[in-house]
């Protein structure tokens, strides 16, 4: 709960900090954005490459596995 509470607290101050009439960082959040979104991408893509690859092992050990099941069930 007290997570929850200080996460709603940064959101707040996040979006007052944004507003012209907070601390009228408008401007400067939307040029690191624009900055730091093809870095964003870039990590993302790595991330699914390696899940994928993940996933394909697994599928793989799983099909390995299931093959000697199989062929017991067929006896």
Known sequence: MKAFILGIIILFGVVFSVLPAGLGWGMDVLVFLKGALP??????????????IADIK????????EGPVQKEVEK
């Open 39 to 52: 870095v964003i991408a870039a990590f993302i893509g790595l991330i699914s490459v390696f899940i994928g």
């Open 58 to 65: 697994d599928m793989n050990e799983a099909k390995k596995e």
